[in-house]
C-alpha cells in the first residue's frame, strides 16, 4: 500500500482534537495508525473515524489504554512521527488527582519509550493544553507564553474546576519534554485553549460545550468571564505544522484569540436571534469569574503558521455542527 507522506500515529482517535488530526492527516497524503482504549464487546461506534475520505485504504485502527503504557507499541511501529493526544480526563474528581496524574504521564512515557523503540519515529508532538500555563499562582498574569508554567501547589491549594486535570497536563508535558532531553527523541508540544468549531466526533466535546453555554446553558453556569479560544481545524494544522515543520523547540501556544463573554453574546445574539439567551448584556457584566489569560502565539506564528478561522467562523461553525448533529 502506497502511504504517500509516511505512516504517523495519532492517540486517543475519538477524541475531538484527534479526529480533526486524523482527517487532516489523511487529506495531506498520510497514513494513519490511531489507537482507542479497548472495547471488547464492539461496541464504541467509530464510523465517524472509519468513514473519512481515504481512511479505507489509509487508516489502520489499535486498541491501547494510558493504564497499560506497553499497549502502545504496536502502534507506533512503523511510523515516522507521533500525534500524542489521548489523556485521562475526569472533572467530576471520581479518583485521586495522583492516580490521574500517574495514568497520564505513566502512559505518555511508555508511549515514548515505544517511539525510541520503533527506530522510526522521527518526531513526537504532544498535545498539551492551556491549563498547564493559565494557573501560573496566586496573581495571575494577563497575558502568558510558553516560558509560564502552572503552579501546581497553587492548583493543588485552590482547587479550580478542572484542577486535577490542569496538574496531569502541566506535570505530564513537562515529563514528555524531560523525556526527549534524555533520551535524544525529538519531542515538543503544542498548547491549545478552549477548542471550538466544527467537531468530527460524536460526542459534543466540553470545549464547545462551555463556550456555547449563552445558547445550550444557564446564566448560572457561566464561570469563565473571557475565553482563550482556537479553531479545531486550526489545531489540526498547527499539530501537522509542527511535524513538518525542519526544527521546532519545546513548547508552542496556540491561541489566535482572547474573547469575553460580552462578545460572544454580541456574536451570537447577532446571528442566531432564535436563540433566547438566558442573560443580557449588562447582566452578563455583573457575573463574577475566571478571567482566563491570553495566551499568545507569537512563537508558533513566527515560525510560520498562519491561523484560518476568525472568532465569528468559530462560533457559527460550532452552532451550525450543534444543529446537524441534535444538540441544538
Known sequence: MAEGKGRVCVTGGTGFIASWIIKRLLEDGYAVNTTIRPDPERKRDVSFLTNLPDASEKLKIFEADLSDPESFGPSVEGCIG??????????????????????????????????????????????????????????????????????????????????????????????ALEFGELHGLDVVTLIPPFVVGRFICPKLPDSIEKALVLVVGKKEEIGITRYHMVHGDDVARAHIFLLEHPNPKGR?????????????????????????????????????????????????????????????????????????????
Not at 86 to 106: G, H, M, Q, W, Y
Not at 165 to 174: D, F, G, N, P, V
Not at 267 to 273: E, F, M, N, T, V
Open 82 to 175: 507521533v500525534f500524542h493526544t489521548a489523556t485521562p480526563i475526569d472533572f467530576n474528581l471520581t479518583e485521586p488527582e495522583e492516580a490521574l496524574t500517574k495514568r497520564a504521564v505513566d502512559g505518555t512515557l511508555g508511549i515514548l519509550r515505544a517511539c525510541l523503540k520503533s527506530k522510526t519515529v522521527k518526531r513526537v508532538v504532544y498535545t498539551s493544553s492551556a491549563s498547564a500555563v493559565s494557573f501560573v499562582g496566586p496573581e495571575p498574569k494577563d497575558v502568558v507564553d510558553e516560558e509560564d508554567w502552572s503552579d501546581v501547589d497553587f492548583l493543588r491549594s485552590w482547587k479550580p474546576y478542572g484542577w486535577s486535570y490542569a496538574i496531569s497536563k502541566t506535570l505530564t508535558e513537562k515529563a
Open 252 to 328: 508552542y501556544n496556540c491561541s489566535p484569540f482572547i474573547v469575553p463573554i460580552e462578545d460572544i453574546y454580541q456574536i451570537l445574539s447577532a446571528k442566531y436571534p432564535e436563540y433566547k439567551m438566558p442573560t443580557v448584556l449588562e447582566e452578563l457584566k455583573q457575573i463574577k469569574g475566571a478571567k482566563l489569560p491570553h495566551l499568545t502565539s507569537k512563537k508558533l506564528e513566527d515560525a510560520g503558521f498562519e491561523f484560518k478561522y476568525s472568532i465569528e467562523d468559530m462560533f457559527v461553525d460550532a452552532i451550525e455542527c450543534c444543529k446537524e448533529k441534535g444538540y441544538l
